[in-house]
C-alpha cells in the first residue's frame, strides 16, 4: 500500500533535458527525506541526489551538481528531479527512496530506506 512511482523518464538527447516525477501513495511524503539512486546495467547503483523532508537540504553526487535539481512539492506529494545538460553517462534506471524522517541518511546506507520505487528509464544517446 506504501509505495513510489516514478516517471518521466525517456530518450534524450545529450545536452537535452528531462524531468522525473516521484510520487508517493499511502503515505505523507513530507514526513520522508527523498532521494534518487540509478543503475546501469552490469554497474552498481549509486546515490544521485536528496532532499530533506522540509526541502532545506539538498545533497547531490559530484557527477551531477551544477545539471541536476531536486525538489518536492508535499501538497502534490511528489518530488522532482530536473536533469540537464545530459550526458551518454546519465543513461541509467532512476530510483527514487524514501526514508522516515528529516535528512537523508540513507545516500550513505542505501539498506536502511524505507520505501523504494521501481524505477525509470533515463537513455541520453544521439
Known amino acids: 500500500q506504501l509505495q513510489l512511482v516514478e516517471s518521466g523518464g525517456g530518450l534524450v538527447q545529450p545536452g537535452g533535458s528531462l524531468r522525473l516525477s516521484c510520487a508517493a501513495s499511502g503515505f505523507p511524503l513530507e514526513d520522508y527525506a527523498i532521494g534518487w539512486f540509478r543503475q546501469a546495467p552490469g554497474k552498481e547503483r549509486e546515490g544521485v541526489s536528496c532532499?530533506?523532508?522540509?526541502?532545506?537540504?539538498?545533497n547531490y553526487a559530484d557527477s551531477v551538481k551544477g545539471r541536476f535539481t531536486i525538489s518536492r512539492d508535499n501538497a502534490k506529494n511528489t518530488v522532482y528531479l530536473h536533469m540537464n545538460s545530459l550526458k551518454p553517462e546519465d543513461t541509467a534506471v532512476y530510483y527514487c527512496?524514501?526514508?522516515?524522517?528529516?535528512?537523508?541518511?540513507?545516500?550513505?546506507?542505501?539498506?536502511?530506506?524505507?520505501?523504494w520505487g521501481k524505477g525509470t528509464l533515463v537513455t541520453v544517446s544521439s
Open positions: 527512496a524514501a526514508v522516515l524522517g528529516r535528512f537523508c541518511i540513507m545516500m550513505a546506507n542505501p539498506e536502511i530506506t524505507d520505501i
Open positions: 532532499i530533506s523532508s522540509s526541502g532545506g537540504i539538498t
